[in-house]
């Protein structure tokens, strides 16, 4: 095995009293892949951030090149040779490509910046590499795929001896990601390593020397690839924590009156012909990586994204498209993904937020019944036992799980038929996702048909009655009838078959 | 094909449009004493517009810009008026007074953290009081407008003696200076970066703090540059000098291509976008016009490129993912 480049030892991070990372170990050699696991809240992002300065730790200690290291803040990480490859925003899309891989340490001479030098510096760069750039290209001209490219190279200008890939693939074609894997391959073959953080298992498989397991902030694993199997990997990253109740779930296809139906939607660039039926008080989960379109159909139906083709039809009516009001005159409601920015205005108090949604009955010619709006503020406090029980807080004072409650609130003093779930319990406790599971089933008594985008495996199995997986746009497989678990999602998620004779059945 | 360039063709082109078409149809308009006027009369706003490109390039804006350059030019006038300071002195007094305003906008903008615009907005006002307080005042205490009898200030306002005026040379030599500040060198390029996406630009080590406070003395520096060549031109102060020159200044930078969420613009830009509005105001005079239908033809121009900018923009992206969409297609199929 080649020199060891870093290592981590009993890296402890507690947050709050809670063990966000208990003694984990993490090495990485020169020249060397390795992937990091875990599912979401697992540490993979604590441990990132330890390594790379933001957060400090609260135990352990790091080795870089067989010397002890502090890495205080990210200059630190910077001068060691760490360096992230962040998603996108991080460039200046109004500056060249050259302009921003010497930014801040531009080659200039009284403030005069030497752009030929720089141009040439950085041509021969990427003809080292052999991207497919151009040194003078603006930025914004360039693809998700080419900026990323650009990133790399800023890593590699500053010296970086050690890449952390967080997610990279998640916004690139099939074909970018091709390229991309191929530049990870030439940078190992120069000795630069690379930690990758991915969910996709497929690309774990195919790009990585070793795969590092994290589960609850404990190492479970930290494996050669060639001594292990995907399947494996996902036992791993699931533990044996949740009982076999909540480990899996039996479906039942409903024989109820269908609701809502899409048809052929597609939305080029984001999803493509997706076709599903939601029956009364039923609840179907649309799971699947970031990037995989789950939102996007979602808002697509609600009417706040456009759609190129396909029916969205809701009891035999086509509805229109991109019409909010048409689809909330027809029942519908969203729990959009985003609270803070979509669901709620954090500096208006609880009942003015839910009179957003309820203007049409509270005022008149414009005028707005304040008495009305006082006794709704109030009805839904006792709706959805809201703490502190006190409708006139302002919103952005109460803690995540009641301000859930309150964009919950604004749709259920509606006649709601159809209500679009984005990511519920996203920063909630525990105790307020149980109260809004509650909601979620007590809506499903009335009838309503609830349609629910999640990514928490727990959280899919806890509520769903149907699940339905997409991909890259597409759905690849739907969940309806008998028992499904944890490890048939999480693959299906990362698009591996568990059987053949499952592969002849979706390919 | 870019936005800025694209930008930058239609600017050029509705310049040239308007010359063919004021040069078709009036005999005065394209006489070199028009041309040599008209290249004066926006000397002023000129400069002030190329210092305001500056913080808009930022992200920012200068609403104050105008009343600073009444401010210094009051004080310059005060001084002479009152004092037997040398002009010397006076001038430096008077560039003093302007940096400290850059300076209290950049203060208030980047260590206060106060929005440009209300924070210039704020500035502006106390430097509109200030002038009243400057002004130069009769027996009886009302303000008067005196003339500034000095032959150096006068010359200012001078030509070369073949038309050109100084004025016109120091508003183009402040343009090519700044045009090469911003493309060429450190500080300037750094202008945009905050400007474009301020916190990868604080990633890579450039301070929000120095980038605010350089935009506002260079527009404070400007308004100093414009006080002095107001004076030299009109060799006396009112209180009024100055108001809504910002506007202008705004509008012309506007036209030429600065984007107000920032990192867009320069200052050849500014400068069509200068010309454009002076050749519609002398344009249109020709024909009897008032001066408020350049004022109408202006804004709605502005308009229609801000509605370009962001249809544009909206466009482009989507051009991208369809593009990435169709790449994907075409991959599933083969």
């Avoid at chain 1, 307020?432 to 985008?453: P, R």
Wanted: some cysteine.
């Amino acid at each position: 095995m080649a020199e060891t480049l870093l290592e981590m030892k009993n890296i402890e991070k507690i947050f709050a009293h809670v063990h966000a990372l208990d003694h984990v170990n993490f090495e990485i050699c020169k020249g060397e892949v390795v992937s990091l696991l875990g599912e979401n809240g697992a540490g993979k992002s604590t441990l990132i951030k330890i390594l790379t300065g933001v957060y400090p730790k609260d135990g352990g200690e790091i080795f870089f090149e067989g010397k002890q290291v502090e890495i205080d803040n990210k200059h630190d990480a910077e001068k060691l040779g760490i360096a992230v490859i962040f998603q996108e925003l991080s460039l200046i899309p109004t500056l060249s490509v050259t302009q921003n891989i010497m930014l801040g340490k531009e080659m200039s001479t009284l403030g005069m910046i030497h752009y030929s030098a720089e141009k040439k510096k950085i041509a021969e760069l990427i003809q080292r590499y052999d991207f497919p750039l151009e040194a003078d290209a603006i930025v914004e001209t360039l693809s998700v795929a080419q900026r990323q490219m650009v990133e790399i190279l800023k890593a590699l200008s500053a010296d970086a001896k050690l890449i952390i890939m967080d997610e990279p693939t998640a916004s690139l074609s099939r074909k970018e990601s091709e390229v991309l894997y191929k530049i990870i391959n030439q940078l190992r073959d120069q000795g630069v390593s690379i930690i990758y953080i991915s969910h996709r298992l497929e690309e774990v498989f195919n790009l990585a020397d070793r795969i590092a397991i994290l589960r609850d902030g404990k190492n479970v694993g930290l494996v050669d690839r060639e001594e292990i199997v995907p399947g494996d990997v996902v036992k791993m990253m699931i533990g044996k924590r949740l009982s076999e109740a909540t480990a899996s779930r039996n479906l039942t296809l409903s024989d109820k009156e269908v609701v809502l139906e899409v048809k052929n939607l597609t939305h080029l660039g984001y999803y493509e012909n997706v076709s599903f039926q939601v029956h009364a008080g039923e609840v179907l989960v649309l799971t699947g990586l970031v990037g995989s379109g789950r939102t996007e159909v979602l808002r697509s139906i609600f009417g706040a994204d456009p759609y190129d083709s396909g029916q969205v039809i809701y009891r035999g009516e086509v509805l229109k498209k991109n019409r909010i009001k048409h689809t909330v005159s027809k029942g519908f409601g969203l729990i959009p993904e985003d609270r803070r920015t979509q669901g709620f205005a954090p500096l208006l108090s609880v009942t003015r937020n839910v009179a957003v949604t309820n203007y049409d009955a509270l005022a008149h010619m414009g005028f707005v019944n304040r008495a009305k709006e006082d006794e709704l503020g109030e009805a839904v406090v006792g709706m959805v036992d809201l703490r502190p029980a006190n409708p006139n807080v302002a919103v952005g004072n109460l803690s995540g799980g009641n301000q859930q409650k309150v964009v919950l609130g604004k749709w259920l003093t509606r006649d709601l038929n159809v209500i679009l779930i984005d990511e519920p319990t996203v920063g909630i406790d525990i105790g307020a996702k149980d109260e809004i599971y509650d909601f979620i089933e007590k809506m499903t008594m009335q009838g309503i048909a609830v349609l629910m985008v999640s990514s928490d495996i727990a959280e899919v199995l806890r509520v769903a009655h149907r699940i339905i997986v997409m991909k890259e746009g597409r759905v690849i497989r739907e969940f309806h009838d008998g028992a499904v678990t944890q490890e048939q999602i999480l693959l299906a998620q990362s698009g591996l078959k568990e059987q053949a004779k499952e592969e002849a059945q979706y390919e | 094909m870019r936005q800025e360039t694209l930008r930058r063709i239609i600017s050029f082109a509705l310049l040239v449009i308007l010359l063919v078409i004021f040069s078709a149809t009036s005999d005065t308009f394209l006489t070199a004493n028009n041309i040599m006027n008209l290249l004066r009369e926006c000397s002023v706003v000129g400069t002030l517009a190329i210092g305001v490109t500056m913080c808009i390039i930022t992200g920012g804006n200068d609403l104050s810009c105008g009343a600073l350059l009444g401010l210094v030019s009051m004080v310059i006038a005060n001084l002479y008026h009152y004092t037997a300071f040398s002009l010397e002195l006076i001038l430096a007094v008077g560039l003093l007074t302007a940096l400290l305003g850059g300076l209290l906008n950049g203060i208030c903008i980047s260590v206060l953290k106060i929005p440009d615009f209300v924070a210039t907005l704020s500035t502006g006002m106390i430097f509109t009081g200030l002038i009243y307080l400057f002004a130069i005042r009769n027996e009886s205490g009302l303000i008067t407008s005196e003339t500034i009898r000095n032959e150096t200030i006068a010359s200012w306002g001078g030509s070369f003696g073949n038309g050109l005026y100084y004025s016109t040379v120091v508003f183009f030599v402040v343009a090519i200076i700044a045009q090469v500040y911003l493309k060429h060198t450190k500080s300037g390029t750094y202008l945009y970066a905050m400007g474009a996406n301020r916190k990868s630009a604080e990633y890579s080590g450039i301070s929000f703090v120095k980038t605010k406070i350089t935009a506002f003395m260079i527009s404070a520096g400007t308004a100093f540059i414009g006080a002095l060549l107001l004076l030299g031109r009109n060799r006396a102060v009112e209180t009024a000098t100055g108001t809504g020159l910002e506007f202008q200044a705004i509008s012309a930078t506007v036209i030429g291509g600065c984007a107000f969420s920032g990192g867009r613009g320069d200052a050849i830009g500014t400068v069509i976008g200068v010309l454009f509005m002076q050749v519609l105001r002398n344009g249109i005079l020709k024909y009897n016009f008032s001066t408020q239908t350049q004022s109408v033809i202006s804004g709605v121009v502005i308009v229609v490129m801000l509605i370009f900018d962001a249809y544009y923009n909206e466009y482009m992206q989507k051009k991208t993912t369809k593009a990435s969409a169709v790449a994907r297609e075409k991959k599933a199929v083969n």
